[in-house]
């Protein structure tokens, strides 16, 4: 079936560190992959996405690219700031439904 | 402009009640889904709406949960004799059509005692 495997957290960094956060699916065909950003108290956000391989994804400083001979799309960021603290989560998009990741909680420290 | 709505926030309730949870999408979009999240987990696909209709209720987990967009616009989740199980957020997403990103509304936390 589909499904998404992402790194367990949570994921503790100072200000300024260098993020990555682990990602890989296994699905039929070549489906959108996603990244989603949960802060405190909000809903969930689109950080980012690639829509085929190769495709690197961008936003906010954070990057993705879509690895299809590794099944993986993790996510990295060159500097985390205090405000980057929240959960994230990879996607893909199956049909017209979205399949999730558990999500990982990330802390960044001041 | 204004985001997908749910309503309620919070809602407690006992084993074996009856249950609504409502979504309002953002205005025009044509596509709705409905998502369930247990605590430490990812979102989980229960059902998508084009329109009226339910295009696909494959994640719907049994015939205790049932959901309607009657006029393509407003969605109510319905559960029937509810279990402690159920207890989960229930998050609700709008999208303009089935090929544009969805964007999420805050979600209702249900807790069943």
């Given at each position: 079936g589909n499904s998404v495997t992402q790194m367990e957290g949570p994921v503790t960094l100072s200000e300024e560190a260098f993020l990555t956060i682990n990602c890989t699916y296994t699905a039929t065909g070549y489906p959108s992959l996603f990244w989603y950003v949960q802060y405190p108290g909000e809903g969930l956000q689109l950080l980012l996405k690639a829509t085929k391989a190769d495709d690197k994804g961008s936003n906010k400083g954070f990057e993705a690219t879509y690895r299809k001979e590794t099944t993986s799309f993790h996510l990295e960021k060159g500097s985390?700031?205090?405000?980057?603290?929240?959960?994230?989560?990879?996607?893909?998009?199956?049909?017209?439904?979205?399949?999730?990741?558990?999500?990982t909680i990330l802390r960044v420290k001041s | 402009g204004a985001g997908v709505s749910q309503t309620p926030s919070n809602k407690v309730t006992e084993k074996g009640k009856y249950v609504e949870l409502r979504c309002d999408p953002i205005s025009g979009h044509t596509a709705l889904y409905w998502y369930r999240q247990s605590l430490g987990q990812g979102p989980e696909f229960l059902i998508y709406?084009?329109?009226?209709?339910?295009?696909?209720?494959?994640?719907?987990?049994?015939?205790?949960?049932?959901?309607?967009?009657p006029e393509g616009?407003?969605?109510?989740?319905?559960?029937?004799?509810?279990e402690r199980g159920d207890s989960a957020v229930y998050l609700c997403a709008s999208s303009p059509t089935t090929n544009n990103e969805q964007f999420f509304g805050p979600g209702t936390r249900l807790t069943v005692l």
């Open positions: 985390v700031q205090v405000s980057d603290s929240a959960v994230y989560f990879c996607a893909l998009k199956y049909g017209n439904k979205l399949v999730f990741g558990a999500g | 709406f084009q329109g009226t209709g339910a295009a696909d209720d494959s994640g719907l987990p049994n015939d205790r949960f049932f959901a309607v967009r616009s407003v969605s109510t989740l319905k559960i029937q004799r509810t």
